[in-house]
């Protein structure tokens, strides 16, 4: 099975900032890393797909980046309605497997 | 709108059955693989099942392989997930989720629900 370390488990940033997470594939997964936020009582929301696609809708402030084993997440300017915990998935093969989440939360 | 609706949560004792499922709406059911997705209470996401559009391919994750049965009926737009012999680390939200592609299930999932509870506690 295929490893996705993420990192950091949570942090704390001011309005505006910028605010970046990474996932680390335990083995070569190409581009095939997909980004979501989960609010608790919400539906998981896509963001990006193919690590650095931002799907439909999604704002801009919104980013990723890599590939082979590494990759990041960017909010350029972070806002309030941004607070939830965010996974990375990785759909090189089965089983899909997901990050541990970044909790992203408001100084 | 394109809408998923769990359903058959609750709370169960360990070792007994509890099927869940869940309903699709406003895209073609049976144009899209589809996965189920769980939480447990202060973890993360794990990937419980996957299921092809035909139901060709069907594939599980390690924990719950040979006690959970996922399936589909197109012609009901909804999915299924058996849970037999069910344990204490079953407890979680377990979502459905849809995948962009129709045949591989190696994929990411663009519409989730909103999830149903299941506890296993006796």
């Known amino acids: 099975d295929i490893q996705m370390t993420q990192s950091p488990s949570s942090l704390s940033a001011s309005v505006g900032d910028r605010v970046t997470i990474t996932c680390q594939a335990s083995?070569?997964?190409?581009?095939?890393l997909s980004w979501y936020q989960r609010n608790p009582g919400r539906a998981p929301k896509l963001l990006i797909h193919?690590?650095?696609t931002l799907e439909t809708g999604v704002p801009g402030r919104f980013s990723g980046s890599g590939s082979g084993t590494d990759f990041t997440f960017t909010i350029s300017g972070l806002q309030p309605e941004d607070i939830a915990t965010y996974y990375c998935?990785?759909?090189?093969?089965?089983?899909?497997?997901f990050g541990g989440g970044t909790k992203v939360e408001i100084k | 709108e394109v809408q998923l609706v769990e359903s058959g949560g609750g709370l169960v004792q360990p070792g007994r059955s509890l099927r869940l499922s869940c309903a699709a709406s406003?895209?073609?059911?049976?144009?899209?693989?589809m996965h189920w997705v769980r939480q447990v209470p202060g973890k993360g996401l794990e990937w419980v099942s996957g299921?092809?559009?035909?139901?060709?391919?069907?594939a599980y994750g390690d924990s719950v392989k040979g006690r959970f049965t996922i399936s589909r009926d197109n012609t009901k737009k909804s999915l299924y997930l058996q849970m037999n012999s069910l344990r204490p680390e079953d407890t979680a939200l377990y979502f459905c989720?849809?995948?962009?592609?129709?045949?591989?299930?190696?994929?990411?999932?663009?519409?989730w629900g909103r999830g149903t509870t299941v506890t296993v506690s006796s």
């Open positions: 989720a849809k995948s962009v592609g129709e045949v591989r299930l190696y994929y990411y999932m663009d519409v």
């Open positions: 406003g895209f073609t059911f049976d144009d899209y693989a």
């Open positions: 299921i092809s559009w035909n139901s060709v391919s069907i």
């Open positions: 083995q070569d997964i190409n581009k095939y």
């Open positions: 193919d690590a650095s």
């Open positions: 998935q990785q759909y090189d093969s089965l089983p899909l497997t």
